[in-house]
Nanobody, 124 residues
Framework: QVQLVESGGGLVQTGGSLRLSCAAS????????MGWFRQAPGKEREVVAA????????YYKDSVKGRFTISRDTAKNTVYLQMNSLEPEDTAVYYC?????????????????WGQGTQVTVSS
């Protein structure tokens, strides 16, 4: 079991930045690939970024490439999502997730553990 707790969401204007954090507790953090998902009202939950167990492989959704950066700090058992140049279309609840799959899991079904979510709202 691993417990995930997100923080860092909030309200920001278009063009602003936020950094989301996800603190993991429980089993060895380095055993899990980690991902950030988001879900806007009325839409499916979608993967935004994902990072492999060792951090050597990273995936980004096309619409966030060049704006978002995922990283992990094994010493702190924490994964981050730095979000720059935010747009109203980025407004959603953001979820941190952990996966026992190898590589970079990109689908919701491949993730075993989920945080409670943190709201990100970008005003125009």
């Amino acid at each position: 079991q691993v417990q995930l707790v997100e923080s860092g969401g909030g309200l920001v204007q278009t063009g602003g930045s936020l950094r989301l954090s996800c603190a993991a507790s429980g089993r060895t953090f380095s055993s899990y690939a980690m991902g950030w998902f988001r879900q806007a009202p009325g839409k499916e939950r979608e993967v935004v970024a994902a990072i492999s167990r060792g951090g050597g492989s990273i995936y980004y959704k096309d619409s966030v490439k060049g704006r978002f950066t995922i990283s992990r700090d094994t010493a702190k058992n924490t994964v981050y999502l730095q979000m720059n140049s935010l747009e109203p279309e980025d407004t959603a609840v953001y979820y941190c997730a952990g996966s026992t799959y190898s590589g970079i899991p990109r689908t919701r079904a491949e993730y075993n553990y989920w945080g409670q979510g943190t709201q990100v709202t970008v005003s125009s």
